[in-house]
């Protein structure tokens, strides 16, 4: 599919935003910390605020991204993206832990769902190695991992360097040629999408050496897919604002209505650009927003309260939706204290 054909004139407003300085500094995490302090951005799921360029406070947070290290040791910078590629980049970012030793990490961890795609390129190391019970399979050293409403096994046993990106809905028909649909639920090779052209990335990738050499090079190359790109639909805009609002959780059928979409013209729009239905990405949703408040949760016996505050009907409803999301109880959860709260080891 020719995305160009599928892309229209980008907003001349696009062009007045102000361009982020390319400064970039490595971060060094703590060993051992276990910071849980999450800035309140839905969508990015405790991510630094769009305008930061980097951040320097401990990144156990860090957990939208699908393959970021897992060493509690490891250089990891970020930064927002520039100029147009900002309508569908939430964020970049580049991990080493392939130079540190830590006994203590596991082999392989639960991926959680975020609700968002995200696409990684491993620059050392094995391919990315994802599990289906106990068998392992390589999907690759650059690979699209679309939105998902479940989670996923991966392998961090052996260090690596990876760079990525975390994706914005709206994504993958300009940046791949497909909507989200096509790419949900499942991890696609990058070249599958761009051909030989992923290859030739990842040679020039690895060939930069320097961290933010090799962040402009991914940024450029991405850049490259948008000559003539537009906002996501109104009604998909809309709707995100709607479900990710911090006040009461909107009804799907109302915000449909809001809309003046039929509910399956709504659906298809939602599921083109997102990667999943609204009830789904509700669900994750708020899935994330109960992990965001699990920490502080004294003990079981609050927990009746607690689900309901955070959407549920009752405890059993909250306890049985977060096993099936998570793989783990609510309980399992907390006791395995993941320093990356959607990177669950598993031990």
Same mark, same amino acid.
């Given at each position: 599919?020719? !995305? ?84 569908? !980049? ?48 390589? !999907? ?9 409403a479940g989670f996923y096994v991966r392998d961090v046993a052996r260090p690596a360097r990876s760079l990525g990106a ?89 915000? !449909? ?91």
């Open positions: 599919m020719d !995305v160009a054909g599928h892309a229209r004139a980008q907003d001349d407003r696009v062009t007045q935003q102000a361009r982020t300085p390319t400064t970039m500094t490595p971060i060094l995490r703590p060993g051992g910390q276990r910071d849980r302090i999450r800035q309140p951005d839905p969508l990015l799921d405790g991510l630094p605020s769009p305008s930061s360029v980097e951040t320097r406070r401990p990144l156990a947070p860090f957990a939208a991204i699908g393959e970021v290290a897992y060493a509690t040791a490891a250089m990891l910078s970020i930064r927002a993206p520039r100029g147009a590629l900002r309508l569908f !980049v939430q964020r970049l970012w580049l991990s080493d832990d392939s130079t540190e030793l830590d006994l203590s990490r596991p082999e392989r961890v639960r991926m959680l769902p975020i609700g968002t795609m995200h696409v990684a390129v491993r620059l050392s190391g094995p391919p990315i190695r994802l599990y289906d019970g106990a068998r392992g399979r390589d !999907v690759g050293h650059a690979v699209v991992g679309g939105a998902r975390q994706l914005a809905p709206g994504a993958a028909l300009p940046l791949f040629g497909v909507p989200a649909s096509a790419l949900a639920g499942a991890h696609t090779e990058l070249d599958a999408l761009w051909g030989d052209a992923a290859h030739v990335l990842r040679d020039q990738l690895i060939d930069a050496v320097a961290s933010e050499r090799q962040l402009a090079l991914f940024e450029g190359a991405l850049a490259a897919r948008l000559p003539r790109v537009r906002g996501i639909h109104p009604a998909v805009a809309h709707a995100l604002m709607r479900f990710d609002s911090s006040a009461e959780q909107a009804r799907i059928a109302d915000v !449909v209505d809001e809309t003046g979409y039929s509910h399956r013209r709504f659906i298809t729009l939602f599921c083109d650009a997102v990667g999943l239905t609204p009830k789904r990405y509700c669900r994750v949703r708020r899935f994330q927003r109960a992990i965001d408040r699990l920490a502080a949760a004294p003990d079981e016996s609050t927990w009746g309260a607690f689900a309901l505050e955070a959407g549920y009907s009752d405890q059993a409803h909250f306890t049985r939706e977060f096993t099936e999301l998570a793989g783990v109880s609510p309980g399992r959860y907390r006791a395995l204290a993941p320093a990356q709260p959607n990177h669950v080891p598993i031990r």
